[in-house]
């Protein structure tokens, strides 16, 4: 990911509108899309390493490994900014 952000370099005469305004619309519209698909993906992976760790408890000789597994994701899920 990189560190600079889009919004820095954002030229709303390079994007073919005549209104600034309508520009800028689009630019966060565009922005807020693409968090929303973002958003969707970390919550279909999440479902997906829930589904994993219950089915690695479910089999018992992995049950330590799932528990760690589970207490490092959780704390992670609680450190998002």
Same mark, same amino acid.
């Given at each position: %990911?990189?560190?600079?952000?889009?919004?820095?370099? !954002?030229? =709303? $005469?390079?994007?073919?509108?005549?209104?600034?305004?309508?520009? =800028?619309?689009? !630019?966060? *519209?565009?922005? &807020?899309? &693409?968090?929303? $698909?973002?958003?969707?993906?970390?919550?279909?992976?999440?479902? @997906? @390493?829930? *589904?994993?760790?219950? $089915? /690695? !408890? /479910?089999?018992?000789?992995?049950?330590?490994?799932?528990?760690? %597994?589970?207490? @490092?994701? &959780?704390?992670?899920?609680?450190?998002?900014?």
């Amino acid at each position: %990911m990189s560190d600079k952000l889009r919004s820095d370099s !954002f030229r =709303w $005469q390079d994007t073919g509108w005549d209104d600034p305004l309508a520009a =800028w619309s689009e !630019f966060a *519209r565009n922005l &807020e899309l &693409e968090l929303l $698909q973002a958003n969707e993906r970390i919550k279909r992976l999440e479902s @997906i @390493i829930i *589904r994993a760790a219950n $089915q /690695c !408890f /479910c089999d018992g000789s992995d049950g330590r490994t799932a528990a760690l %597994m589970l207490k @490092i994701l &959780e704390a992670a899920k609680e450190a998002k900014p």
